[in-house]
DNA sequence: CGTAATGTTGATTTGTATCAACGAGTGTGG
DNA sequence: CCACACTCGTTGATACAAATCAACATTACG
């Protein structure tokens, strides 16, 4: 069933060890995390916590895609993060989850038992460095996700949200972005419109347009083609260069 | 012509001693932060910082607000942040600013030179967990936001802005919100449009809503004054107990 | 094979943007 | 002192992008 399955137990082989939280930590301090760790692994679809549960626990994404989510009562979401492997879960001293967490792909966890977590956090400045440059990388994410929601139109979010998927997993993988490039969308069109502030008919009518326009082309509903990337970025409305300013 | 000017050098007497970055530090610290520290005050509707300019200090808001925005090349602006009294600016290890930075009233910033600052918090495990427990609630603020800009009404999010202005001025005065309070909102209406994702005729024509309901009532065109504040929460379309869960 | 989940497409409505005119307040210079 | 320009805000008429309502297509699955 889980086609993302993740057998390690061994830092030592993990993918995202130097992606992660841990990132920086040296062989003692990995001694000391590897004592309150876990892994948990749920199947897609699957809802990891509630918004309002008690967290007793912090993690990082080791395979797979969860979604952050806020619901109004009416029932109107918006989706809020969307967690890659190596993303952090959680936040250290907070008792109760604000948000709804669901694994969007079948998905792994390393889990960290919170409060030990914290005073190791306390005692390892590694640990928190780290998770302060993640969290500053993740505002800058939110920010971007910002002028997506409040000031794009319907085509442009879309050639976002493809865009920025097609990127994060060619920086995964170590490949170009320059010629064409292929990537598995791990969202419905659901998910997507919640990750967009839209219905799911316009996601999909405008998904059907860059199609019909060449800009890409689907194998089945969630694996995308991107011919020309340049392409795809002229329609996200930014400028050409992305504004990367480290 | 400054209103809110601030001619304290000593950190003793600052507004946000126990507030900002350096809220932790003990006076061996502050000490240290002194000799590397400067005040630059701007007047309402002066930049600070363009997107792309070089950036040498990060700084504290002492008194007044500023704005981060992002622009699009054909004009469109999205707001993206909000720095009230005690907020952080910039980002430590980053050389290049990735938004615009406006004075929006009367400001003083209190100002580090980066270099040192980075080495100081390098040496400093109290500024570095401060500033990480401020990042992780800029992004909940983030979040909000973002359910705000791609799911709310016009009228829910001017409700919404106006809820937030109100308790995060009560909390700074240390008012109560629940009889009538009065404030003043620190924005043009084409400064709440490019918060809200809005057009500046669509903020003035829901708060003139807001207005002939009796929700809320203005005295000349910036002090808000609001009798109910429980009946102002309910056009946020929010849940009542605000959703508060630290 | 039937049923449920997911996705596509069409017809219509609607909320907000856009275009436009005007009012109130403020500062400036003749 | 008043005419003028300029900024900021309000209000009205109209256009349009996306939501809504609805039908149908495709795929997965017991």
Redesign the interface.
Known sequence: MSDTSFDHKDCGTCPIRHRAVCARCDTDELAELDVIKYYRSYEAGQPIIW??DRMDFVASVVTGVAS?S?A???G???M??LLLPSDFLG?P???????DVVAVSNLTLCCFRRKPFEQLMGRT?HI??R???M??D???A??????I???KTAREKIASLLAIIAQREASLAHSSTSDGMVFELPLTREAMADY??LTLETVSRQISALKREGIVSLEGKRRILVPDFDRLMIET???ADG?L??
């Open positions: 918004s309002g952050l806020q109004m009562e009416d109107r979401t918006q809020v993060g936040r001293g907070r008792e109760f989850a604000p948000y400045p928190g460095a998770l302060l440059e969290t500053l993740e505002l800058d939110a920010r971007e996700w910002m002028l929601l409040g000031r967009l502030g409305g930014d400028d504004g300013m480290i």
